[in-house]
Each structure stands twice: as C-alpha cells, then as structure tokens.
C-alpha cells in the first residue's frame, strides 16, 4: 500500500480484516513499510534473516515507549548491532564468520537486559547464540556442488508446484472448468446431431401422369406384394420412395406447377412419371436388347432436382435409386421372374470400410516468471496439467460416443486414447505459445476464431482432400488435424494398429506439431523475458 492514498489503503485493511474475521483466515504480511505494520494483531522484526522481536504493536511501542513503530525497530537494530560487536570483541565470534550466528527462540524477558535505561514491560526476543565457525571456503564448494538428482529433484518439485497452480487456477473458475472438460463432448454431439445423420421430411413434388390421383391408390395399404401385379408400376416405386421419411412427396397436376414450385423455394425437386410407365417398363422386361427406343424412354423416370445444396442432393439421389431398386426387385420376386434381370448394372457390395447403413454417426500467460522456475519447467507443467484435462475430455467424450451413439473402437483402444492425448497436448502447447505471444484475450480469441475455420475446411473434416486443386491438397497434409484425422478414422473404423502407413504418420504428424509449438513457445518466452 505504499504510494497509495489513506482512503484507498484503509479500504484495503479493511477488506483484509474482514476476511480474517468472517472466513477465519489467517494473513501473513511482508513488508518494509513499518508503519503499516501497526495494522496487524501480531508483528515480528527481522534482521538479517532473524527475528528480533514478536509481539502486538501495542505492547511493543509501550514496552519501547515510542510513539512510531519504527523507532521499536531502529532500537532493536542499533541493540542488535551492539551485541554483535561485543561477542567479536571478546573472541566469541570471529569478524569473517559473523553471519554464521544462529539465535534460538527464547522466553520472555525484560527490556533492561537489551537497552540500559528502560525498565518497563517484557517482550518475546531471540538470544543465546548458538556459534559454529567452520571454514569458510569448503562451505561455499560444498554448497555449489549439487547432484543431478538434487536438480531433477527440485526442478520436479518445481514443475509439480506450477502445476497445482494452475489447478487451483480452475477450481476457483468452476463455471470455466466445466465447459472445458465438457466443450470436446458438447461439440461433438452437436456434430453428431447436425452433421452426418440422414435428411427428414425434404419436400419433393410428383407429377405421375400415368394416374393423376395417385395419393390415395398408391397408399402401402393398397399395394400387395403376395402376388404378382403389374399394374400401375409408378405406385410401387412411389411406395418405395415413402418407405421412409426422407422425402416428403407432394403431389402435383403438371410439371409446371412443379416448377414453379421449386424456383419459390418450396421444393427440393420433382419427378415425373410418363403416362404409359408400366407398359414400357414391362415391355423392356420383356425384350430387353431388343426394346423399342419408345420403351426405353417412356419407362424412365425424370428427375429435377434442386443442386445448390450439394450433399443434400446426393443423398436424394441415393435414395431414389435404392428405391427403384427395392420395387423392381420385389416385382421380379413376387412375379417369379430371375431377380437378376431387375437389378441394376452395378451394385454396392459390403464395404471395405465403414457400413452402408444411412445413419452416419460414424489467458494469456502472465509475463513474470515464478521465482526460480525455468522456461522448460513451466512448459512441462503446461503439458502435465493439459495432459490431465485431456484424459478427462477423452473420458467423457468416449462415454457419450459408446452409450449416447453405440459407438465402437473396432481398433487398439490404446492407439485411439493416444491420439486424443496427444491431440489434447497438442492443442494445449498452441494455447501456450498464443498465450505468450498475444498481449490480451481479445488477441487470443481473434487468432482462434481464424484458426478453427481454416483446420475444419483445409483438414478433411467437412470435405474429402481428393476435391481440393493439387496445392491445396498438399496443403492440408501440414495442418495439425489432417493426418491425425486420417490415423483416427483407421483406428474407429478400419481396426488398424499403430504399424499401419495410415495410422503412424498421424502420431508422428501431431508429436512434431507439439513439439514446434513447445519450441517456439520456449524460445518466444525467453526472448520476451529478456
């Protein structure tokens, strides 16, 4: 509180006092303005590292009869001084070694007894010397002789004290801790929930020239599948279609309608149904390689979809196809006709990889350095405390995965929580060197906010690398998140182990990032420091 006004610094004291007071803490203060000292319930003096005296600064200044508390500590001092002298005029204590002097606690005692002439009160003093002279010179080379254990020792002590710093730091932010242990597992159950599952309910229009009043013959109620029907092939395939909620088929009179429909926004597209759709399509059953060039047209089925939204459009694409395919397959079974002669010239077998199911869930850092602790020591208590704070995000983001989405790793488990560690090492070194570079959050957070787009667009996360140009591509394999990405999909997916060429680069991509990142935070530190 030096340099600071009365107002401010009573106001200072008294939030001291009522902390002690009403949460019970004890407060410890140090300070070489004396007079503030007066404030406290309990005072020490020292010199040179010894404490002289220890009492309230009521009954020092009535012990001392000063008015000033300093005037308590120059007395000391100057009685101190005297003692000192004396032992080295008598041979006690030689003048080379006097710092060596060891005082021991005492008892009270009287005021006489150190200052002539004052006969009043008893004060708690250090006395009774405890001498030990040894030589000078073995004790400096002893004393700068240490171990490497000793060092390995202290600099672990070091780390670990750091470390619980930043512990602490979080405890007391509870609201901040819990959304960093929890933000890997909201994100991505937000993606999970957003991206990947399949559509619902896209609105497509009909035009089924073939039978006008299609909504009401073409329910599934009315279609049977026990025997052979030919009849009215467009309400099967529209059966198909609506089998599941993906689409939302509106029927409509004229392609025009339709249309003008989809140019308002309304639709995702329509389709049309020529009007003798089942004859031409029986008719191709039936001479196949030698079908009527009318059969073949008339018995498509024309598709104007909306393709400003790309993946969307695919997977209508997708659906109408499988759908074609499941009507013209129950046809040929119900009919006993060679099923073979309904499917169409390709055809998606088991994949190698993954499943041909439609649900694809598949502050800145402070500039002053804590007293003797090093550049590598904070870094390796950055990463032991980032460390920790990732086992738990992978905990809990691998719970919610297995029991929220079923979830498996069908690869080593192991590889898989070594990924996510050392993603979450990674991560936490680039926190560090953002935090040593920028001078406040805002900095921190712009940097970030540029950081985030640019992983999830050029990594492969949101689009496949093989629809990027030749640079671009090249690109993206230096990011910190595309092979990573890559090695964890082999993992989940393709039950690779570590040895695989799609998994190691990844570890090895991630443990070079973090150790760039800890490198230019280390040397950024140092240059900052100096």
Known sequence: TVGL???????????????????????????????????????????NGRLLVEDTPVNLLRTFECELLEEVTLKLCRADESVLQNLTDHGQL?????????????????????????????????????????????????????????????????????SLIQCLT??????????????????????FLTIGAMPREMKVGVVNEELLNWTSQCDADAIQWDHCDLTFLSCKYINEIRNKDILNLIPFNSAEDALAQVQRGQLWGYLTFPENFTQYTLELFATRLFARNESIVGSRTHMYLDFSEYIASLLMVEHLYTAQSDYLRHM??????????????????????????????????????????????????????????????????????????GYNVRGPIWVYILICLLIAICG?????????????????????????PCLLLYGGLLWPLEG???????????????????????????????????VWPGVVSVIAWIVVFSTCATIAYKKLDT
């Open 5 to 47: 006004d009365p107002t401010l610094r009573r106001s200072i004291w008294n939030h001291l006092y009522k902390i002690a007071t009403t949460q019970n803490k004890t407060i410890v203060i140090t300070t070489h303005y004396i007079e503030e000292a007066k404030c406290a319930s309990m005072v020490g003096i020292m010199r």
């Open 332 to 405: 040929a079974e119900t009919c006993f006709m060679n099923p073979n002669r309904a499917k169409m010239p390709f055809e998606f077998r088991e994949p190698v990889y993954g499943s041909l199911d439609n649900n694809r869930k598949n502050g800145t850092l402070g500039r002053a350095r804590v007293a003797g602790l090093k550049t590598p020591d904070i870094l390796l208590s950055y990463i032991l405390t980032q460390g920790s704070i990732g086992i738990l995000q992978t905990f809990l983001w691998s719970l919610t995965c297995y029991f929220g989405f």
């Open 170 to 191: 979080l405890m007391r932010l509870p609201v901040f801790l819990v959304l960093l242990l929890f933000s890997p597992t909201f994100q991505g159950v937000i993606m």
């Open 468 to 502: 990027m140009s030749f640079f671009w591509k090249h690109f993206a394999y230096l990011l910190p998140t595309t092979l990573p990405t890559l090695s964890m999909r082999s993992v989940i997916v393709r039950a690779l182990g570590i040895t695989h060429p799609l």
């Open 94 to 162: 030689p003048k080379d070694n006097r710092h060596k002097v060891v005082f021991k606690s005492s008892w009270k005692k009287k005021t006489s007894d150190v200052l002539p002439n004052h006969s009043v009160g008893t004060f708690r003093m250090s006395e009774q010397f405890e001498v030990k002279i040894p030589d000078i010179l073995e004790t400096t080379a002893i004393s700068s002789k240490k171990s490497i254990w000793e060092d390995l020792c202290h600099s672990f002590k070091k780390i670990i004290g750091f």
């Open 428 to 452: 936490g070194a680039f926190g560090l060197l953002k935090g040593i570079l920028c001078e406040d959050e805002i900095q921190s957070f712009v940097i970030g906010i540029f950081i985030v």
